[in-house]
């Protein structure tokens, strides 16, 4: 039993991190996420007589964590990106963007033996999104089967069924995340990538829409959530930012570079109303193909400026 406050503190703060990103990978939301890991804590913190010493804590504390996704994941719509939709507008929540500040100190956790998956390769948002198709038990069996690396004995006690329901529903959620899934991201950016991105930044600031879709893969794909339109082909994105980027458009814009979902992001600014510096617009987060920007994901969600540590005004 874990008695005293201390500990407990300690004990949660060194798998905190940790918690909140799978969290984030069974609810799309790191909001949602960090609600979930202060509930997961105060569960954890009331059922602490429960908690056997031979035990791992971290084990436990995922128990805790992956049950109460389920509970808050039965209550509403699952998250996707507008190019996944599949239901009326009104019905749809979205996926939101991961800071990969907040996987400081969870890369170098020990995976489980069972794993096929590291923290980088299980952030990336094209495997998030592909999650959040699968059903929420089937989810939560993937990920702890995959990127946690518990055994099948571990897993079907956390979720109270038999090893064989787990093993049926692992194999149902390994082939529609298979069906799902495009390429990985390359591990690290190569010289021809960085100059890509630095073009990148260069034809927004500038408005040069012809650098902007030569820097583009001819099936590029772009969408800006919560805004349910997107658009695919080169042909298709020119035309947005011809008409985004024309005479009455909102720019001039500003890029700050950072990172999300193990991919590079870029905070977008755009001129203040009253001419008076740069406000936040947008996360963008890029899914590079070789030196080409093959997705564009723009989350119009000034409100997660804060989370990934960008500043409230340029």
Not at 1 to 19: K, N, V
Not at 48 to 56: C, G, I, V
Not at 267 to 294: F, K, M, N, S
Request: hydrophobic share 45%; proline share 7%; glycine share 6%.
């Amino acid at each position: 039993m874990i008695a005293d406050r201390q500990a407990f503190e300690e004990l949660a703060g060194a798998h905190r991190r940790e918690l909140q990103v799978h969290c984030y990978r069974m609810l799309g939301s790191v909001l949602e996420a960090e609600d979930l890991v202060q509930d997961t804590l105060l569960r954890a913190w009331r059922a602490r007589s429960t908690f056997q010493e031979q035990a791992s804590p971290r084990t436990w504390l995922y128990r805790i964590a992956t049950n109460a996704c389920l509970t808050a994941l039965a209550r509403r719509p699952r998250r996707v990106l507008p190019e996944d939709a599949d239901a009326p507008v009104h019905e749809i929540a979205w996926l939101e963007p991961y800071p990969d500040r907040l996987l400081d100190g969870v890369a170098d956790t020990a995976p489980g033996p069972e794993a096929l998956y590291d923290q980088r390769e299980a952030s990336e948002l094209a495997f998030v999104a592909a999650l959040q198709h699968l059903p929420p038990r089937q989810r939560a069996v993937l990920l702890m089967r995959d990127v946690i690396g518990m055994s099948l004995a571990e897993v079907a006690e956390h979720l109270d069924t038999s090893r064989e329901a787990i093993s049926s529903a692992h194999q149902r959620a390994r082939a529609t995340l298979h069906q799902r899934m495009q390429q990985p991201t390359p591990r690290s950016l190569t010289a021809a990538q960085r100059l890509t991105l630095e073009r990148y930044v260069e034809a927004w600031e500038s408005g040069d829409l012809d650098a902007f879709v030569g820097l583009l893969t001819e099936d590029v794909v772009l969408s800006m959530p919560p805004m349910p339109e997107w658009f695919a082909g080169q042909a298709a994105v020119r035309g947005f930012f011809a008409w985004a980027w024309g005479p009455a458009g909102p720019g001039p814009f500003r890029l700050v570079g950072t990172s999300a979902n193990a991919q590079p992001a870029f905070g977008l600014y755009g001129q203040a109303p009253d001419g008076d510096g740069y406000t936040p617009q947008a996360i963008q987060v890029l899914t590079l193909e070789r030196d080409r920007i093959a997705r564009l994901h723009g989350f119009v969600r000034p409100d997660l400026f804060g989370v990934f540590g960008l500043p409230a005004k340029l």
